[in-house]
């Protein structure tokens, strides 16, 4: 469990998270959505202590991230930002080995080889594990940044705008994989996401910010309605029943 | 590539450049050597071990600091490191007068130096890397302008020293590659020790550093102290290299790129001495040819920074330095 | 445009104090009701006037240069001494010494000009050819390629003995400026002139290649008109009074901060500030350690540097 509670950032004058309290379960997948500049990434960078918290705490599991050693959490929780350039030419496997290294410290115990092994194969890239970063295709990049943070084997995974730079096939497969490692390997699993369709169909919870506050929280059937897209985005919606999901257009 | 491949390659390409290193430090001692071979070989023992110290501290500095900056063009002394330690000399010349100076114990002021050095370089980028801001891009224009301070403002405290004083000052701060200070060569011998022990341990570290800073921290590394850590053993180096030679700017990126290129994987446990291993062959081997062969004498730093810069620009354009 | 008026005013306040501030004593008292002697007279026409007039000029024109500069590359952190411009019309000049030191000063400095052109035009070849570049890349590229040029240069001066009359022009100093020794500054000021007309051009430019062929402008033609009145007006300046450095980067800076980058309203405003900054800089040179002088490079570096740095961290704090 995720406890957050009055969590406020600002920057000079600017409040860019004001006052936030919640509390996201353990298990599942839970997305957080809302229009740009709503404090979704400020907020999921503060709860994986990236960035400072100037007000209020934020707890995994009992554990206050802004006190707790950096490396005693980084084996409950791990993040994936976006945007994961690298100066540094790196095999894909060299790069997923650095998920172990909260563990050992960079000396691969045997242990730690089979975590690797398992988070290549489960994302499929067994073929590419010996092929260089820069020689991969964009998506390919991320399947493997994604098996480093699988590899750290964490309880907590949280992954910022993780379909960036992604077509729609590979969309579909990371959102699936990302569902599945929270049903089959027991993760908790938070994502902040720019398509409401994709957080409709994959998630188990929905969190909506605007404006810095925390706007609704619910079971995407309580939240992809359409009052509450339209207040939140200020746009027109029409939500439809499909095939059991809930589907927002907006054309 | 798989692990072994690049373990093996890494391992082929280190012995050669360790042999290529052992034949220009030999050619360096004996070629053209007249005369009693005890005087040779203790006269340019001295010079051999001053620019071993100056290829290590370099390649060292430069690797360290484009880890933590994930920015594989940039050096400290593009960054006004060697700048501000200049500034320091002056300001102490500035200050206390060359007369005190000269009574002091060179060894000990050298390491009060370094000291200093230290000091303020951590009191400075703490101040730019501190509180959370993590803009790179910024931190190294910054620097840049820094440089540029501290360049004018020795300018400026070298025009109001009085005479006597700006000849001892320039004689402490023109070394060269040809006229090291040999009474620092031992006491930068130790710090080179003591540095080498410091980062030891730390290989994985500097390897999860290059990371960025947001992985780095997500896999549990206290990334604010080990920066400072890594600029402390930053300004030790460029203080070191800066005593013996005086400022140079491009050969760490001369030699950190030619390091990247050469070895198949980024890991520091390979890339550190293959770095030092460059250094040395471009050094050593380069002050050996133009002595012995061309008979020039003031020259190698004046063609390593020629170099330096070609080889980057080329490199550049062909899309090889990220 | 009215505003100006005030600007100038201030100039023309700086400008006088500069006539009467030196070594050798004349007063403005005793220049307007007669009573200077001849040698004061002389002083003030022979070296007092050409040195505030150069001063002017060579302000005015090195931040009008660095404005056109910082359009072409396309980049704010970009001045004629971070581009491999100012080291290679030193270049030119070493090889002036070397190959006809007798040349009249308007020769070397269009020997110089070549020079800062060829060298220029690299740094923006390079620019071009050089995939996915940051924007910090460029002024280090154009640091690099300086740092090249002038290890040629301080090769050869090595080679022959150049060093000290090469290590002259290193530092702008205007002291040694007399009448008969600045006039290529006009040439400077004349190409600033054509500046302005061509404005809104370089604003264009500015904007990049295809921006400019959408609206119909021959780019590469504007790109050639920038490199040569940035080339001369570098070339004038070395040539008379060295490099002076961070006036190109700081002025076009702070002016495009406080009314943007329309070249047409800017570029008087951006003459005027480099006017004025370099005379308040030469002005204090000459005061802090009378009677010694400090070379206004000097001042002009930690003034402006710590001013820049002031402007960078400022931002940083709002944006961060």
Same mark, same amino acid.
């Given at each position: 469990?995720?406890?957050?509670?009055?969590?406020?950032?600002?920057?000079? @004058?600017?409040? #860019?998270?004001?006052?936030?309290?919640?509390? =996201?379960?353990?298990?599942?997948?839970?997305?957080?959505?809302?229009?740009?500049?709503?404090?979704?990434?400020?907020?999921?960078?503060?709860?994986?202590?990236?960035?400072?918290?100037?007000?209020?705490?934020?707890?995994?599991?009992?554990?206050?991230?802004?006190?707790?050693?950096?490396? *005693?959490?980084?084996?409950?929780?791990?993040? !994936?930002?976006?945007?994961?350039?690298?100066?540094?030419?790196?095999?894909?496997?060299?790069?997923?080995?650095?998920?172990?290294?909260? +563990?050992?410290?960079?000396?691969?115990?045997?242990?730690?080889?089979?975590?690797?092994?398992?988070?290549?194969?489960?994302?499929?890239?067994?073929?590419?594990?010996?092929?260089?970063?820069?020689?991969?295709?964009?998506?390919?990049?991320?399947?493997?940044?994604?098996?480093?943070?699988?590899?750290?084997?964490?309880?907590?995974?949280?992954?910022?705008?993780?379909?960036?730079?992604?077509?729609?096939?590979?969309?579909?497969?990371? %959102?699936?994989?990302?569902?599945?490692?929270?049903?089959?390997?027991?993760?908790?699993?938070?994502?902040?996401?720019?398509?409401?369709?994709?957080?409709?169909?994959?998630?188990?919870?929905?969190?909506?910010?605007?404006?810095?506050?925390?706007?609704?929280?619910?079971?995407?059937?309580?939240?992809?309605?359409?009052?509450?897209?339209?207040?939140?985005?200020?746009?027109?919606?029409?939500?439809?029943?499909?095939?059991?999901?809930?589907? *927002?257009?907006?054309? | 590539?798989?692990?072994?491949?690049?373990?093996?390659?890494?391992?082929?390409?280190?012995?050669?450049?360790?042999?290529?290193?052992?034949?220009?430090? #030999?050619?360096?001692?004996?070629?053209?050597?007249?005369?009693?071979?005890?005087?040779?070989?203790?006269?340019?023992?001295?010079?051999?071990?001053?620019?071993?110290?100056?290829? +290590?501290?370099?390649?060292?500095?430069?690797?360290?600091?484009?880890?933590?900056?994930?920015?594989?063009?940039?050096?400290?002394?593009?960054?006004?490191?060697?700048?501000? +330690?200049?500034?320091?000399?002056?300001?102490?010349?500035?200050?206390?007068? $060359?007369?005190? =100076?000269?009574?002091?114990?060179?060894?000990?002021?050298?390491?009060?130096?370094?000291?200093?050095? &230290?000091?303020?370089?951590?009191?400075?980028?703490?101040?730019?890397?501190?509180?959370?801001?993590?803009?790179?891009?910024?931190?190294?224009?910054?620097?840049?302008?820094?440089?540029?301070?501290?360049?004018?403002?020795?300018?400026?405290?070298?025009?109001?020293?009085?005479?006597?004083?700006?000849?001892? !000052?320039?004689?402490?701060?023109?070394?060269?590659?040809?006229?090291?200070?040999?009474?620092?060569?031992?006491?930068?011998?130790?710090?080179?020790?003591?540095?080498?022990?410091?980062?030891?341990?730390?290989?994985?570290?500097?390897?999860?550093?290059?990371?960025?800073?947001?992985?780095?921290?997500?896999?549990?590394?206290?990334?604010?102290?080990?920066?400072?850590?890594?600029?402390?053993?930053?300004? #030790?180096?460029?203080?070191?290299?800066?005593?013996?030679?005086?400022?140079?700017?491009?050969?760490?990126?001369?030699?950190?790129?030619?390091?990247?290129? =050469?070895?198949?994987?980024?890991?520091?446990?390979? %890339?550190?001495?293959?770095?030092?291993?460059?250094?040395?062959?471009?050094?050593?081997?380069? @002050?050996?040819?133009?002595?012995?062969?061309?008979?020039?004498?003031?020259?190698?730093?004046?063609?390593?920074?020629?170099?330096?810069?070609? /080889? /980057?620009?080329?490199?550049?354009?062909?899309?090889?330095?990220? | 445009?009215?505003?100006?008026?005030? $600007?100038?005013?201030?100039?023309?306040?700086?400008?006088?104090?500069?006539?009467?501030?030196?070594?050798?004593?004349?007063?403005?008292?005793?220049? =307007?009701?007669?009573?200077?002697?001849?040698?004061?007279?002389?002083?003030?026409?022979?070296?007092?006037?050409?040195?505030?007039?150069?001063?002017?000029?060579?302000?005015?024109?090195?931040?009008?240069?660095? %404005?056109?500069?910082?359009?072409?590359?396309?980049?704010?952190?970009?001045?004629?001494?971070?581009?491999?411009?100012?080291?290679?019309?030193?270049?030119?000049?070493? #090889?002036?010494?070397?190959?006809?030191?007798?040349?009249?000063?308007?020769?070397?400095? !269009?020997?110089?000009?070549?020079?800062?052109?060829?060298?220029?035009?690299?740094?923006?070849? &390079?620019?071009?050819?050089?995939?996915?570049?940051?924007?910090?890349?460029?002024?280090?590229?154009?640091?690099?390629?300086?740092?090249?040029?002038?290890?040629?240069?301080?090769?050869?001066?090595?080679?022959?003995?150049?060093?000290?009359?090469?290590?002259?022009?290193?530092?702008?100093?205007?002291?040694? &400026?007399?009448?008969?020794?600045?006039?290529?500054?006009?040439?400077?000021?004349?190409?600033?002139?054509?500046?302005?007309?061509?404005?809104?051009?370089?604003?264009?430019?500015?904007?990049?290649?295809?921006?400019?062929?959408?609206?119909?402008?021959?780019?590469?033609?504007? %790109?050639?008109?920038?490199?040569?009145?940035?080339?001369?007006?570098?070339?004038?300046?070395?040539?008379?009074?060295? &490099?002076?450095?961070?006036?190109?980067?700081?002025?076009?800076?702070?002016?495009?901060?406080?009314?943007?980058?329309?070249?047409?309203?800017?570029?008087?405003?951006?003459?005027?500030?480099?006017?004025?900054?370099?005379?308040?800089?030469?002005?204090?040179?000459?005061?802090?350690?009378?009677?010694?002088?400090?070379?206004?490079?000097?001042?002009?570096?930690?003034?402006?540097?710590?001013? /820049?740095?002031?402007?960078?961290?400022?931002?940083?704090?709002?944006?961060?």
């Amino acid at each position: 469990m995720i406890g957050i509670s009055g969590v406020s950032k600002s920057y000079g @004058q600017t409040v #860019v998270i004001d006052d936030v309290s919640l509390t =996201l379960p353990k298990g599942g997948l839970t997305s957080i959505i809302g229009p740009n500049g709503a404090g979704k990434s400020t907020l999921m960078s503060m709860i994986a202590r990236l960035l400072p918290i100037d007000r209020g705490t934020v707890m995994v599991d009992g554990l206050d991230v802004a006190l707790t050693a950096g490396d *005693a959490l980084a084996k409950r929780l791990s993040i !994936l930002r976006q945007d994961n350039h690298l100066a540094a030419r790196l095999t894909v496997s060299d790069l997923v080995s650095f998920g172990r290294y909260p +563990y050992s410290k960079g000396r691969l115990t045997d242990e730690d080889r089979g975590h690797i092994e398992r988070a290549l194969t489960y994302l499929g890239l067994d073929e590419l594990k010996h092929r260089f970063l820069d020689e991969l295709s964009g998506g390919q990049r991320q399947r493997a940044f994604v098996a480093m943070v699988l590899a750290q084997d964490t309880d907590y995974m949280l992954f910022d705008e993780p379909l960036n730079n992604l077509d729609i096939r590979h969309a579909v497969a990371m %959102m699936k994989l990302l569902r599945d490692a929270a049903k089959d390997l027991g993760k908790t699993v938070v994502v902040v996401l720019h398509d409401i369709n994709f957080a409709s169909c994959y998630s188990d919870h929905i969190v909506v910010m605007r404006r810095g506050r925390l706007f609704r929280q619910g079971v995407p059937e309580e939240i992809i309605r359409e009052e509450i897209l339209i207040e939140t985005y200020e746009t027109d919606f029409k939500v439809r029943d499909m095939d059991g999901n809930r589907i *927002a257009t907006f054309y | 590539m798989s692990p072994d491949e690049i373990r093996k390659s890494s391992r082929l390409i280190l012995l050669c450049l360790a042999a290529l290193a052992l034949i220009s430090m #030999v050619a360096f001692m004996t070629l053209g050597a007249k005369g009693s071979w005890s005087f040779v070989l203790s006269f340019r023992g001295t010079r051999l071990a001053a620019m071993l110290i100056v290829a +290590y501290a370099i390649a060292v500095s430069t690797v360290l600091f484009q880890t933590i900056t994930g920015n594989r063009i940039l050096t400290p002394a593009l960054t006004g490191f060697d700048a501000l +330690y200049v500034l320091l000399q002056t300001s102490i010349v500035f200050l206390f007068g $060359a007369a005190t =100076l000269t009574g002091l114990d060179p060894q000990l002021m050298f390491i009060a130096e370094v000291a200093i050095m &230290v000091g303020f370089s951590l009191a400075l980028y703490r101040l730019l890397f501190g509180s959370g801001r993590h803009n790179v891009h910024l931190v190294v224009l910054i620097g840049i302008v820094l440089g540029g301070l501290f360049r004018s403002m020795s300018g400026f405290l070298q025009r109001i020293i009085s005479p006597d004083d700006f000849v001892v !000052l320039q004689d402490r701060l023109f070394a060269s590659f040809n006229v090291t200070d040999q009474t620092l060569v031992g006491v930068s011998a130790l710090l080179i020790g003591l540095v080498t022990i410091a980062i030891w341990r730390m290989f994985s570290v500097f390897d999860v550093m290059m990371l960025g800073r947001d992985t780095a921290v997500a896999l549990g590394v206290d990334h604010k102290a080990m920066t400072m850590r890594i600029l402390v053993l930053i300004s #030790v180096l460029v203080s070191i290299s800066t005593a013996l030679v005086g400022p140079v700017t491009f050969f760490g990126l001369l030699v950190a790129n030619l390091a990247y290129i =050469l070895m198949p994987a980024a890991k520091h446990r390979i %890339m550190l001495p293959a770095a030092v291993l460059v250094a040395i062959i471009c050094l050593v081997g380069g @002050q050996t040819i133009l002595e012995r062969v061309f008979a020039f004498d003031t020259a190698l730093s004046i063609i390593i920074e020629f170099a330096g810069g070609l /080889f /980057f620009i080329v490199f550049l354009l062909k899309g090889r330095v990220r | 445009m009215k505003s100006l008026i005030p $600007a100038l005013l201030l100039i023309f306040c700086l400008a006088v104090v500069s006539l009467f501030v030196g070594v050798s004593d004349v007063s403005l008292w005793s220049v =307007l009701n007669g009573t200077a002697d001849q040698r004061q007279v002389m002083i003030l026409l022979a070296s007092r006037v050409p040195r505030t007039i150069a001063l002017l000029l060579a302000g005015s024109g090195i931040a009008i240069a660095g %404005m056109i500069l910082q359009m072409l590359a396309r980049n704010r952190f970009v001045e004629p001494s971070t581009t491999g411009t100012v080291e290679s019309a030193g270049l030119g000049m070493l #090889v002036v010494l070397l190959l006809a030191p007798d040349m009249p000063v308007m020769a070397k400095m !269009l020997v110089a000009a070549v020079f800062a052109l060829a060298g220029t035009g690299m740094f923006l070849a &390079v620019l071009r050819a050089i995939p996915l570049r940051s924007v910090l890349m460029v002024p280090l590229v154009g640091i690099m390629l300086g740092g090249m040029i002038s290890a040629v240069t301080t090769f050869f001066a090595y080679r022959f003995d150049l060093f000290q009359s090469m290590g002259a022009w290193a530092n702008g100093d205007f002291s040694a &400026v007399l009448r008969g020794r600045y006039e290529t500054l006009w040439v400077a000021f004349a190409l600033t002139i054509a500046a302005y007309i061509a404005a809104d051009r370089f604003t264009v430019a500015g904007m990049g290649e295809e921006f400019s062929t959408n609206l119909g402008l021959n780019y590469r033609r504007i %790109m050639a008109i920038g490199l040569v009145i940035v080339s001369m007006v570098t070339a004038s300046v070395v040539v008379t009074a060295g &490099v002076v450095p961070f006036l190109g980067l700081i002025v076009p800076n702070i002016v495009s901060m406080a009314m943007g980058d329309n070249l047409r309203k800017s570029l008087p405003w951006i003459g005027i500030c480099g006017a004025g900054l370099i005379l308040a800089c030469d002005i204090v040179g000459r005061t802090i350690n009378a009677p010694f002088e400090i070379p206004v490079g000097t001042v002009l570096g930690i003034i402006g540097s710590l001013f /820049f740095l002031y402007l960078l961290l400022r931002r940083q704090s709002r944006v961060a």
